[in-house]
């Protein structure tokens, strides 16, 4: 699962900034790399842990050209944790029964032919930090270019 930002309207400020060549491109770069630093830095705690700590080490954040990045996590099960799922029923898919334990580490096994999961409720820890980071990256930009352009 990946999300890519795109901050409505940069490119025209990119536009109206190129009256000032060179340091309008390397603001925007250094912008844009300080939010992809910043994807990581917020999302990190935000991301829920499980045994495995799996889907937080498969999480990124990255610039992908001097406008835009690319943040999400590429643990096959991210897009459940995000978005949620309906209640749903699990079958054995290489065996003729389910097994798993009820009542933590030391609880008992059980073997069932079918289950019936309740569902998840979404997590959305990969949007709330794109809401941030669409804020900071608006807040830096623009107080950057207001003190090149004397607004």
């Known amino acids: 699962m990946e999300i890519i930002i795109k ?3 940069l490119e025209e400020a990119i536009n109206a900034a190129k ?3 060179g340091a309008a491109d390397r603001q925007i ?5 300080r939010a992809a630093n910043m994807g990581m830095t917020w999302m990190y705690p935000d991301t829920p842990v499980g045994n495995t700590m799996g889907l937080r080490n498969s ?3 990255r610039q ?3 406008s835009s990045m690319e943040i999400g996590a590429t643990a096959p099960y991210a897009v459940f944790v995000h978005q949620g799922t ?3 029923e699990i079958l ?4 003729q029964a389910l097994r798993f334990r009820v009542g933590g580490i030391h609880g ?3 073997f069932a032919r079918r289950v019936w999961h309740p569902g998840t409720k979404p997590n959305p820890f990969v949007k709330r930090t794109v809401d941030k980071l669409i804020r900071f990256i608006r807040v830096e930009f623009l107080e950057k270019m207001r003190g090149f352009m004397n607004l």
Do not use: Y
Not at 29 to 33: E, H, L, R, S
Not at 92 to 95: F, G, H, I, S
């Open 86 to 88: 309906r209640p749903h």
């Open 64 to 66: 992908i050209s001097p």
């Open 29 to 33: 770069d250094f912008t844009m790399g």
């Open 59 to 61: 999480l990124f954040s």
């Open 19 to 21: 009256r000032f060549p």
């Open 108 to 110: 008992q096994w059980i």
């Open 92 to 95: 054995p898919v290489r065996a």
């Open 7 to 9: 901050v409505q309207g």
